[in-house]
């Protein structure tokens, strides 16, 4: 390696190269069509994430004139100016993918997007009565007498800009802006002998123009769409009611700087002028789309009945073979620990967990973590139930989960209403641990019922996120957990653990020193291995000891689901460490590491990617998972996907990604994985069949 290369990929570039990889499953044939359509609507709805944080984020330091390399040695302007060509690109094979792909094949199969200028004259007279009832009586058009007076418009919704011919007597063009907001639906249902057919209600509002504009000669019109600076953290260090600062930043973001400007390829120059000026962008920043702006609606049609063949085979979550149907919980727990890996296995022992314990007399306490959760979330209602019948209940909501601030400003509310003890995170740090920890009077005293998670207590997105559950009433984990609850809650200082480890007081020292001790055992010509599974992998300091573990000859092997700023394969560098990346039909979201320490595998699940923020301004934790069968199947499942040759994409030195190229048999990691979540049931009730258990009458002492 010479010395002029970085020893880090930049960060920015590595996420838009994950964004590549699920844009790669939408252009990808051998996938259904109503699921390639579904990773398109995702590329996109990412894309728009990534503008409002990441690029809003450079905006603000460049505006600063602050010009620090980051570890890549790119400076924010230089960083601004790579994101902007790659996510162009990004862009021109999104449209391609939709209009050249998607669009023709969905309408052979009977899905068809029928535009203005194609509505038959029946379509056209069904959706003048649908823009006379209720488009025409809901949208507002705004003159807009100058740039000056542009009206402040809604974050990623769809507008209309509209030119009219100058007034009698003046030259001056005149413009008016038609929000179209969110109330009216975006897919209008047409007529249709054959499939689904719709319209768009832009299109309805751009054909039908002359309407809002009676007398008057509309000399051009075109849809638009922003996005908005949404990078503001809030200084909770000064604010006395974080309640109503987190309050204050949603207000805050939606009069965010533009960062990003999408038009209708076919926009006029005047047009486009008028709202760069408006604005206050450049040309760097307006995107034109060969096709409809905001591909991430779409993702309404992958759900349309009527067309199965068109979608995945069903994977339905499968119970636990380790949990009899209406036995409970804590009857299971008291006998053995049980790891539930999801989407292939139900979350539902986690809501029944917390629902038995909600209507328990025996459970004196809980103690949870929320940081995102459904809208409607059973979870939620049973803490407050709990609270209600008189148990002690202590939830910390984490308000600065972003994105979901306005949701869990609800939550905390109602939870505080119903008589729960509601913490609003740790000044200074976002909470970002999974963990309930149930306290129950049993004969024999007190026991702790533990849940320790890899994704959040939302039963929506665990059917389709890939996490790890562990359940368990172990002594030590117990106190831990609780040990944890109380330095975060209240004033104490944090204490030492006897199993678990957290950020950011120990997790970072625990993860050099596990790292450390295979660099050692390899330079002492032990064997040695690390394996981690992870959302993202972006911290130099332990980046840097994975690199000295490559270069004492320990392998690596990493699974990173999306940004990635190691380099692997670099000879003398790391030459031993290899990177894969796994997207497949569910998101990649449980962090799994393990281990070889000297042949006796330590296996951990944990909250944290290895990132700054996760490691130093979260707080997250670290689990041990000593269980026997659970310790093997976690390995077992690292594995499954280390040894997947269908999905897998392999990092590059230079940061690309290439599929994997392997004559070997056919494996697919979350095939497999279902595959054996199925075959665990199977063999469960086989074993059921040979056991004969009578029936006791009530209050029998039979010993079984």
């Known amino acids: 390696m010479s010395e002029n290369e970085p020893r880090f990929l930049n960060r920015e570039l590595s996420w838009l190269e994950f964004n590549q990889r699920v844009l790669d499953e939408a252009r990808d044939d051998s996938i259904p069509l109503l699921e390639r359509l579904k990773f398109l609507a995702i590329t996109s709805s990412n894309l728009d994430e990534f503008f409002m944080v990441r690029v809003g984020g450079l905006r603000l330091l460049i505006d600063r004139r602050l010009s620090t390399p980051d570890p890549s040695g790119m400076t924010p302007a230089e960083q601004l100016q790579a994101v902007i060509e790659r996510s162009r690109r990004m862009i021109r094979d999104q449209y391609a993918c939709f209009s050249d792909d998607l669009e023709p094949k969905l309408a052979e199969a009977g899905i068809k997007r029928v535009r203005g ?19 025409f009586s809901v949208l507002t058009p705004m003159a807009v007498v100058s740039a000056e007076e542009f009206p402040l418009v809604a974050n990623q919704t769809l507008n209309v ?57 509309v000399v051009a019109h075109a849809s638009f769409r922003i996005t908005r600076n949404a990078d503001f953290a809030l200084r909770d260090d000064l604010a006395p009611d974080i309640l109503a600062g987190m309050e204050g930043i949603l207000a805050a973001r939606k009069h965010g700087q533009c960062v990003r400007l999408e038009v209708d390829s076919d926009i006029s120059p005047e047009l486009l002028g008028f709202l760069k000026k408006s604005l206050h962008i450049e040309d760097r920043e307006v995107f034109p789309a060969r096709g409809p702006l905001d591909l991430s609606a779409f993702m309404q049609l992958a759900d349309l009945p009527g067309f199965e063949s068109l979608k995945n085979e069903p994977w339905p979550p499968q119970d636990s073979p380790d949990i009899k149907a209406g036995e409970s919980m804590f009857d299971v727990l008291s006998r053995r620990d049980i790891l539930l890996y999801h989407p292939y296995q139900s979350f539902e022992p986690v809501l029944r967990l917390i629902e038995e314990a909600a209507a328990d007399p025996d459970v004196l306490a809980i103690k949870q973590i929320l940081y995102r959760t459904s809208r409607k979330s059973p979870i939620v209602a049973a803490l407050a139930r709990a609270a209600q019948r008189g148990k002690y209940v202590t939830v910390i909501v984490e308000l600065k989960a972003r994105f979901d601030e306005a949701r869990n ?51 929506i997105t665990s059917r389709v996120y890939s996490d790890a559950s562990f359940l368990t009433s172990n ?12 330095a975060i809650t209240g004033y104490s200082q944090p204490q030492n653990y006897r199993r678990i480890e957290a950020a950011p007081t120990g997790l970072r020292t625990r993860l050099l020193e596990l790292i450390d001790g295979e660099t050692q055992r390899k330079q002492q010509g032990q064997n040695a291995l690390i394996d981690a599974k992870l959302n993202s992998l972006v911290d130099p300091e332990i980046i840097n000891a994975l690199y000295a573990a ?16 190691l380099r692997p394969g670099v000879p003398g560098l790391s030459e031993n460490i290899t990177v894969v990346s796994i997207v497949d039909r569910y998101l990649e979201h449980a962090r799994i590491l393990r281990f070889h320490h000297g042949g006796d595998d330590l296996v951990f699940i944990s909250s944290a990617d290895w990132m700054p923020r996760n490691l130093d301004r979260r707080i997250e934790l670290f689990v041990p998972i000593e269980d026997p069968p659970s310790r093997a199947r976690l390995i077992s499942i690292l594995e499954t996907y280390f ?25 697919r990691a979350q095939e497999r994985l279902y595959e054996e979540a199925v075959r665990l049931v199977k063999d469960a009730e086989q074993t059921r069949q040979t056991i004969f258990e009578p029936h006791r009458a009530p209050g029998s002492d039979i010993e079984q």
Do not use: M
């Open 475 to 486: 002594e030590e984990l117990g106190a831990d957990a609780v040990t944890f609850f109380n």
């Open 409 to 459: 400003i609800e939550w905390a509310r109602n939870l505080e209403e119903a008589g729960v003890q509601v913490i609003y995170g740790v000044k200074g740090l976002k909470t970002h641990a999974k963990v309930c920890v149930i306290v129950r009077r049993e004969p024999h005293g007190i026991t702790r019922y533990v849940h320790f998670g890899t994704g959040n207590y939302n039963e």
């Open 550 to 565: 490559s270069q004492a000859g320990v392998p690596v092997r990493l699974n990173v689901r999306g940004i990635c700023c």
């Open 117 to 135: 200028s194609e509505l038959s004259e029946r379509q056209l007279r069904a959706v003048g009565q649908i823009f006379d009832a209720e488009i």
């Open 161 to 217: 800009c509209v030119q009219l011919a100058p007034a009698p007597n003046s030259t001056e063009p005149r413009f008016a802006i038609i929000p179209l907001g969110r109330a009216l639906p975006r897919f209008l249902t047409l007529g249709s002998d054959r499939g689904y057919a719709f319209v768009l209600l832009e299109d309805v509002v751009r054909k039908l123009i002359d309407r809002f504009f009676p007398g008057e000669d």
């Open 643 to 667: 040894d997947d040759n269908v999905k897998a994409r392999v990092l590059l030195p230079n940061g690309h990604y290439e599929r994997l190229k392997s004559r070997k048999k056919r494996r």
